[in-house]
């Protein structure tokens, strides 16, 4: 009788372990879905004025902002401008 509740009690550990790697397994295909999403938002280039993807922009940052710029022309016409007043 106590075999039976002690086979009793690893299987039902081993029930419990098994949902648990499973559920962790579908957190971990949910946060790569995230991360592949978030490579595709669309930022704003404040200097070309177009839309570009943020896994290819240059991040820049001023004072308590981040700008992002399409590339490294668009931010060094950016940082020309700015000194000239163009931009704020």
Do not use: Q, V
């Not at 978030?38 to 200097?47: G, H, K, L, Q, R």
């Not at 177009?50 to 991040?59: D, E, G, L």
């Not at 490294?72 to 016409?77: A, I, L, R, V």
């Amino acid at each position: 009788m106590r075999l039976l509740i002690f086979l009793s009690l690893i299987y039902l550990c081993y029930i419990l372990l098994k949902s648990r790697w499973k559920s962790s397994g579908k957190k971990s295909a949910i946060n790569k879905e995230m991360e592949k999403t978030a490579d595709d938002i669309m930022i704003y280039d404040p200097c070309c004025k177009i839309y570009y993807p943020k896994k290819n922009c240059i991040a820049f940052k001023d004072k308590d902002k981040i700008l992002y710029f399409c590339g490294k022309e668009c931010k060094n016409k950016f940082l020309e401008d700015r000194k000239k007043g163009d931009f704020k």
